[in-house]
């Protein structure tokens, strides 16, 4: 079936610091790919998204890129801040009538000042 | 932000006992879903609606059941209150058609905590 696969957290870094988080994916189809972030507390927020091969989606510093032929949407910003700590998750689905999500495990991230 | 409650934010009850967890939006959104977070899973999907009185079932759906006799609420009823239900829950709302892509965003609530002691 199709599965989302998420980097282990938690990932630490200092401000300023380049991020990656990786997130592949393995799908029957062709999906489209999201990312989703959660602050403490809080419940998810759209991130960014892509819904097709080769599209960058970015927003607020961040970027990812559908690639298909790794099956990948790694996702990257090149300075972060103490303010993007959260947990982060990538997520696929079909869209159509139901439009339900599949998601990674999630990646906790902690930026240190 | 979406306009999307849950209640109650926290809830801790005993193994056995019935609860009901409401979600409430007021998007006059088509779509509304109930996810469970846990460590090391993600979220999942344990049911969904797809209009009033339209439900299916979701990933985890075993020991939950839902309703939706308006637009603007979808219920999720623990009937009888297990340990393994000790989790997160999330409501989420889409409606289709409002992303020309096809791919239509889910919007989410803030969550409630809910421990089976």
């Known amino acids: 079936g199709d599965s989302v696969t998420q980097m282990e957290g938690p990932v630490t870094l200092s401000e300023e610091a380049f991020l990656t988080i990786n997130c592949t994916y393995t799908?029957?189809?062709?999906?489209?790919l999201f990312w989703y972030v959660q602050y403490p507390g809080e419940g998810l927020q759209l991130l960014l998204k892509?819904?097709?091969?080769?599209d960058k989606g970015s927003n607020k510093g961040f970027e990812a890129t559908y690639r298909k032929e790794t099956t990948s949407f790694h996702l990257e910003k090149g300075s972060v801040q103490v303010s993007d700590s959260a947990v982060y998750f990538c997520?696929?689905?079909?869209?159509?009538?139901?439009?339900?999500?599949?998601f990674g495990t999630g990646t906790l991230l902690a930026v240190q000042p | 932000d979406a306009g999307i409650t849950q209640s109650p934010r926290h809830k801790v009850t005993e193994t056995g006992t019935p609860v009901t967890l409401r979600c409430h939006q007021t998007?006059?959104?088509?779509?509304m879903y109930w996810y469970r977070q846990d460590p090391g899973h993600g979220l999942r999907l344990i049911h969904y609606?797809?209009?009033?009185?339209?439900?299916d079932k979701g990933e985890v759906s075993d020991g939950y059941s839902v309703s939706r006799s308006k637009t603007e609420d979808f219920l999720l009823t623990l009937e009888s209150a297990t340990s393994s239900q000790t989790s997160v829950y999330f409501c989420?709302?889409?409606?289709?058609?409002?992303?020309?892509?096809?791919?239509?965003?889910?919007?989410f609530g803030p969550g409630t905590r809910l421990t089976v002691l």
């Open positions: 989420a709302i889409s409606e289709p058609g409002l992303d020309v892509t096809g791919t239509d965003t889910q919007y």
């Open positions: 799908a029957t189809g062709y999906p489209s």
């Open positions: 892509a819904t097709k091969a080769d």
């Open positions: 997520a696929l689905t079909y869209g159509g009538a139901t439009n339900k999500l599949i």
């Open positions: 998007e006059n959104h088509r779509y």
């Open positions: 609606s797809y209009g009033v009185k339209d439900t």
